[in-house]
Nanobody, 123 residues
Framework: QVQLVESGGGSVQAGGSLRLSCAAF????????MGWFRQAPGKEREGVAS????????YYTDPVKGRFTISQDNAKNTLYLQMNSLKPEDTAMYYC????????????????RGQGTQVTVSS
């Protein structure tokens, strides 16, 4: 079992920055994939960024490439999402997710997810 707790969401103006954090508890040594997905009202869930413990590597959805950076602090069992140059279209609930399986597919299909943190970007 893995528990995930997000923090760091909020409201910013377009062009601003936010950093999301996700603290992981439990069987963290068994995690193969960690990442973020988002869902805005009336829109489908979207995998935003992922990092893969097995074999390394990262994934970013095209709209965030060059603006968002995913990273992790293994000593703190914490995942981060640095979001720069935010746009109104980034407004959504952001969820941290993790999976013990490999391969693991898109983040919104994974075994574990946090409660979500709201990001609102105003124009």
């Amino acid at each position: 079992q893995v528990q995930l707790v997000e923090s760091g969401g909020g409201s910013v103006q377009a062009g601003g920055s936010l950093r999301l954090s996700c603290a992981a508890f439990g069987d963290t040594y068994s995690i193969n994939c960690m990442g973020w997905f988002r869902q805005a009202p009336g829109k489908e869930r979207e995998g935003v960024a992922s990092i893969y413990t097995s074999g390394g590597g990262t994934y970013y959805t095209d709209p965030v490439k060059g603006r968002f950076t995913i990273s992790q602090d293994n000593a703190k069992n914490t995942l981060y999402l640095q979001m720069n140059s935010l746009k109104p279209e980034d407004t959504a609930m952001y969820y941290c997710a993790a999976d013990l399986r490999w391969p693991c597919g898109m983040a919104y299909t994974w075994q574990y997810r946090g409660q979500g943190t709201q990001v609102t970007v105003s124009s």
